[in-house]
């Protein structure tokens, strides 16, 4: 099942952890919160939008201090969503991939190079060839992200993890002395479905997959899932249930399927309102 346990403790956070004497800052840590982790089947991208373009609003210095001091609440932050939330009831998000999340979108390096440093996370959950992993720095230089036409993808299920994982400090710390904001906040094209099925057909994609290594009906159920990120994106005007997404997932393999999806949203003329930082309905 997908679970998102974001909404069911932000007035809990809100009214403790994330209290702060500056709105800004509070409105920034409530924001990184609702970020998803690194797992393509639950990711959200509305979410990281979201995030981004309002860090990118309160300016590099503030955006900076909000992501730092997330750091430091990352303890109490898993302390209290098990409180609240059994482990055993809700798959918890990992909070450390929410700063590299907002991080890796929010800041351009000021030598102009568009390849970001490598995370060290572990090993990318992907159905690629081991060989194929060692282009993704180049196909996908926001990896484990991907941004096409405005929409960030993510485009792993997690990382299988020996060791230590790197601490979001570090990245933030290479930031602060590499990096700048971006030029503009994100904004994703306005047909982000018909977005998602040209990303699917790129050569990079399908090189990063193993394309000739890979059965179809496993090249589908990733496709499947970047269809469903970006059905989440649009889902204030285009709403589906936790069951809606189940069932999308593990049934799309039949392409007519998706075709009756994006002909429902074709309809409603959605238009992205940089305001809100939300899809309107153009009908």
């Known amino acids: 099942m997908f679970f998102r346990t974001g909404n069911q403790l932000i007035n809990v956070f809100q009214q403790n952890l994330f209290k702060n004497p500056d709105s800004e800052i509070e409105n920034a840590l409530t924001l990184i919160y609702q970020v998803s982790d690194f797992f393509a089947y639950k990711f959200d991208p509305l979410s990281l939008i979201k995030a981004v373009n309002y860090l990118y609003e309160i300016g590099y210095h503030k955006s900076l201090s909000a992501l730092h001091l997330y750091c430091d609440m990352i303890p109490q932050i898993e302390e209290r969503q098990i409180q609240i939330i059994p482990v055993t009831d809700v798959q918890l998000p990992l909070e450390s991939h929410k700063i590299f999340a907002v991080a890796r979108l929010l800041f351009v390096r000021k030598d102009r190079e568009i390849i970001l440093p490598e995370i060290r996370l572990g090993n990318p959950d992907i159905m690629v060839q081991p060989a194929v992993m060692l282009q993704a720095t180049s196909l996908?230089?926001?990896?484990?992200?991907?941004?096409?036409?405005?929409?960030?993808?993510c485009l792993i299920n997690g990382y299988s993890l020996y060791g230590?994982?790197?601490?979001?400090?570090t990245y933030l710390d290479w930031c602060s002395?590499?990096?700048?904001?971006?030029?503009?906040?994100l904004r994703p094209n306005e047909r982000p479905l018909d977005?998602?099925?040209?990303?699917?057909?790129?050569?990079?994609?399908?090189?990063?997959?193993?394309r000739k290594s890979l059965h179809p009906p496993a090249l589908e159920f990733e496709n499947a899932m970047l269809r469903l990120?970006?059905?989440?994106?649009?889902?204030?005007?285009?709403?589906?249930?936790?069951?809606?997404?189940?069932?999308f997932l593990w049934g799309l393999q039949n392409f007519s399927e998706w075709a009756q999806y994006k002909h429902a949203v074709n309809r409603l003329q959605v238009r992205w309102n940089p305001v809100t930082n939300e899809f309107d309905r153009g009908i």
């Open 140 to 153: 996908f230089p926001w990896f484990p992200l991907h941004i096409h036409q405005g929409v960030p993808f």
């Open 164 to 169: 230590y994982p790197q601490p979001p400090e």
């Open 177 to 185: 002395q590499e990096c700048e904001l971006i030029e503009k906040p």
């Open 195 to 210: 977005s998602v099925d040209e990303f699917v057909k790129l050569e990079a994609w399908l090189s990063l997959l193993g």
């Open 229 to 247: 990120q970006t059905l989440r994106l649009i889902s204030n005007v285009y709403p589906m249930s936790e069951q809606d997404e189940y069932d």
